[in-house]
């Protein structure tokens, strides 16, 4: 079964810096998507960046950008010019490609970002 | 956000008691999800539905059951209400296989057990 790890459960910043959150995860799938999502105090879900993975290249999003490196199984995401807005939790999700029962989101706990003015 | 709406949005119950949980979309997508969410624990996955009247277990099904009898409803059921059961709920759809493979959520419903 797949699984997704943040070992950083709080992360702070100063505003207008850069932070960078990490994920991990484990399967053994070639071909599957990761994704960031935000989830400010108003609880809602909000899709920040997408990579796929047959996709080398690293997908950005503003000031949103990812490391993704498929051979440790790592996505990293990255936030330039921290903003005050930018304060949330932070989950990575798994999503793999075979058939089966994998059309499933599989989450990380979360990363706590707290943004310092 | 796929135009996804939860019912109720916050529900104060007691344990023993059976507690009904609805999604509604709009967008007619396939697929459709039920995750909760407690501190440290992340979203993990209820039950979710492939179509009208599929569903299968996710990871913590024990002490809830899921109906679809129509592609934009999703009822989340607990039978007997345990405070173990008291969390955020959320709702989510999927269009399936596409470029742009996102999942929608809905607001959630905060549900306490006492």
């Known amino acids: 079964a797949q699984t997704v790890t943040q070992s950083q459960p709080e992360m702070s910043v100063r505003e207008a810096e850069t932070v960078t959150l990490s994920c991990t995860y484990d399967?053994?799938?070639?071909?599957?998507?990761l994704f960031w999502y935000k989830q400010p105090p108003s609880r809602q879900m909000i899709l920040v960046i997408r990579?796929?993975?047959?996709?080398?290249q690293n997908a950005t999003e503003n000031r949103f950008s990812v490391n993704f490196q498929k051979a440790a199984k790592s996505f990293s995401l990255k936030i330039s010019d921290s903003q005050l807005g930018d304060a949330a939790m932070y989950f990575c999700?798994?999503?793999?490609?075979?058939?089966?029962?994998?059309?499933?989101?599989?989450f990380g706990k979360g990363t706590k970002l707290t943004v310092n003015p | 956000d796929a135009g996804i709406t939860q019912s109720p949005r916050h529900k104060v119950t007691e344990t023993g008691t059976p507690v009904t949980l609805r999604c509604h979309q709009t967008?007619?997508?396939?697929?459709m999800y039920w995750y909760r969410q407690d501190p440290g624990h992340g979203l993990r996955l209820i039950h979710y539905?492939?179509?009208?009247?599929?569903?299968d277990k996710g990871e913590v099904s024990d002490g809830y059951s899921v109906s679809r009898s129509k592609t934009e409803d999703f009822l989340l059921t607990l039978e007997s209400a345990t405070s173990s059961q008291t969390s955020v709920y959320f709702c989510?759809?999927?269009?399936?296989?596409?470029?742009?493979?996102?999942?929608?959520f809905g607001p959630g419903t905060r549900l306490t057990v006492l």
């Open positions: 989510a759809t999927w269009t399936g296989r596409s470029s742009y493979n996102e999942q929608f």
């Open positions: 999700a798994y999503r793999g490609l075979t058939q089966g029962g994998s059309e499933k989101l599989v």
């Open positions: 399967t053994s799938e070639s071909d599957y998507y």
């Open positions: 539905s492939y179509g009208v009247k599929d569903t």
């Open positions: 990579q796929e993975a047959y996709k080398q």
């Open positions: 967008e007619n997508h396939r697929y």
